[in-house]
């Protein structure tokens, strides 16, 4: 089959065509082809060799959906022709964590920086306890972003920051991957959104997603703006997608505040002061990868069209190396699909 392969760690040149053996299903396996397959700001670190432990030489993608083309012996809950998307992580389905439903927190297969799904491929291999059904009016391509970033910003926004209705959310990064679905999702749950972008340009097209507020701060200072825009209260909830302007957000948000970091762009420790912290009761916490059940409900918000997947352009597979430069430039919004050879 063919496949883009990460030769080497380095720019996005090191993304190659190859013709590699296609995968054989276990038994509890299915052999699925790929339809369409989302580019994550994740591929582009694991890429450029950021991330502690992930391996050169392996099929990046983890947002896949396609169609089932082989069965395991094992597997009675599929069959060929089902239309699936693939959950973002391997996980054992027997630690103490899978058994709570909290397949996120899995280690006993793969750690979430070891991305080797292989969605950039003509056909991946998937555990039959992975691959979830899509609804009838949900594409391909719509279907690849329900694990990451929607699931992804379901997890951070219900789950972790337990946002509620009357609510307000900070999202920086607003137009990036989950910054553009984390203002559907807010708004779906009844909460104000304060977005914040780099370029004025965006501006609009963040409040015809649901925005109330766009605030533009190509330096990434918009505390100030966020502290004086909600009445020197500060916001109930903050998504930080993108890990360097946590002290930024950290003062955006009001006394016993909420603050979810997603994003780590630009790898590095920043500044955090103890006592704003103390002082307005924060709470900080990491979130990742959702869990089995909320990609199910992702794909049932997208499937009722209170989510809508934001599609930059489709490219396709042979591409992937000129989609990541458009990535890594911020030259796109919302999400690029790789899908077709």
Not at 29 to 47: I, P, T
Not at 239 to 267: D, F, K, S, W, Y
Request: proline share 5%.
């Amino acid at each position: 089959m063919k496949a883009i392969i990460l030769s080497d760690f380095g720019g996005p040149s090191q993304l190659r065509l190859e013709d590699v053996p296609t995968p054989e299903a276990g038994a509890h396996d299915v052999l699925v082809q790929v339809e369409a397959a989302g580019v994550c700001h994740h591929d582009l670190l694991h890429r450029a060799g950021k991330l502690a432990g992930a391996p050169k030489g392996v099929i990046l993608g983890h947002e896949v959906a396609g169609r089932v083309v082989e069965t395991g012996a094992a597997v009675t809950t599929l069959r060929v022709g089902d239309r699936i998307t693939g959950y973002q992580r391997r996980f054992c389905g027997q630690c103490r964590d899978c058994l709570r439903g909290r397949q996120d927190l899995c280690r006993a297969v793969s750690l979430p920086a070891v991305d080797t799904e292989g969605a950039y491929a003509q056909y991946i291999r998937l555990p039959a306890v992975s691959a979830i059904r899509i609804p009838d009016n949900v594409t391909f391509q719509q279907a690849a972003l329900a694990s990451c970033p929607i699931g992804t910003a379901m997890r951070a926004l219900v789950s972790q920051a337990g946002l509620t209705a009357g609510e307000t959310v900070l999202v920086n990064g607003a137009s990036g991957g989950l910054g553009v679905h984390q203002i559907q999702i807010a708004r779906a749950l009844g909460a104000q959104v304060l977005a914040v972008t780099g370029d004025p340009a965006k501006a609009s097209r963040l409040e015809e997603l649901g925005a109330s507020s766009v605030i533009v701060a190509p330096d990434g200072n918009y505390s100030a703006a966020v502290w004086n825009q909600t009445g020197k209260r500060g916001v109930d909830v903050a998504m930080e997608n993108l890990g360097l302007t946590l002290p930024q957000t950290l003062r955006a948000t009001g006394m016993g505040g909420r603050i979810v970091v997603l994003g780590n762009i630009a790898p590095a420790p920043v500044e955090v002061s103890p006592g704003l912290l103390i002082g307005r009761r924060l709470r900080v916490q990491g979130s990742g990868s959702a869990t089995l059940d909320e990609v199910s409900q992702s794909l049932a918000m997208i499937s009722a069209g209170l989510v809508r997947p934001q599609i930059d352009r489709v490219m396709p597979f042979t591409q992937a190396a000129q989609a990541h430069a458009l990535l890594e430039a911020r030259q796109v919004n919302g999400r690029i699909i790789l899908s077709g050879w």
